[in-house]
């Protein structure tokens, strides 16, 4: 697996690298050159502050669903968590389950309460791209006149968003019938998971899953439930967000090209589209995402050209997602020294 996560971030970089030959990579070093570094050290800063927030967020759910642990330790967990989203193909969306292993065998929560903590800390993080970017967009189309017509967006826009509701509604709905369906499908692939580990597959009988989904949705419901922890950790996470706003913010300020913070709050918004490409962290498609974004959305007074807009991208990736897998990077290794959790003689290799 480490193998092929390096293989992946290694093509990652590669197409990074052939955007920015694309666009020109001289111009786009020259703007990089050109920026300011007290500036720009307010975008690390933005930057760092999203992670702080971020591992309150994890902290307060993970009180909820268990008891009160070092906010450090969580932060050490969160840190890793990121590390290993950031690193692997669709990261973003796979994560999760990985992520509650993480929080398991760091912490000792069973694995379904650490499995509805992350999901509901990743609903919460994941909630201000949609309440700022609203702002965003309001912002943007409010100026006279718009930056770009918004006629041919409106109708995909709101298709999109009225899919996204449709499907979760009608996954809420048929709850009861998708987990029998994943009850089914678990069942089925026992004897594959049986060639690899026969006492995993031993494990894997109908009343054992059912009873580890009901966990599931008993900590999911408690979660909740509680109005005030979750309005504590809905707060932080959209602070946590506009450290992001912030890093974008300076990145183009530190460049010489300033957009208004209405602006950035957008182009951020906009940003997870580039998650879509299966690279690990969207390596290549938010870079490009978030470059077309800055240019088109950008006021004309600006004159924001490709080449800038591209090094404003690569300047905010660097103060976000690289920083944050060297910081992951380094609190894996904090948490294999400091071990709060050791495993049992049987389980070490």
Known sequence: MKRRAAIALALSILLLLIFITLVGWEDVLDSIERASLPVYAVAVLGSLGTLVFRSAVWHRVLIV??????????????????????VTPYGQIASGVGNAAIVNRYTGTSYEESLAAVVSADA????????????????????????????????????IIGAVVVGIALLWWGRARLANAFVTAILAARRLVARVSTKLAQRLTRENIENRLEGFAVTLELVSKDRRA?????????????????????SASAVGSPIPFGVALLVVALSKIGFIVPTPGGLGGVEATLAAAVYLLAPSAVGMTVATATAIAILYRFATYWLTIAIGGTASLGLTVLDPQPPADGQRS
């Open 65 to 86: 669903v268990d008891k009160r642990r070092p906010y450090w330790l969580i932060a050490l967990i969160f840190a890793t968590a990121s590390f290993i989203k950031y």
């Open 124 to 159: 919460l993080t994941y909630m201000p791209y949609y309440t700022f970017g609203i702002v965003g967009l309001f912002y943007v189309f409010g100026r006279l006149p718009p930056p770009v017509d918004p006629r041919p967006y409106i109708f995909p826009s709101i298709a």
């Open 230 to 250: 979750m309005g504590i950790a809905m707060v932080a996470a959209h602070i946590g967000w506009l450290g992001l706003a912030l890093a974008l913010y300076a």
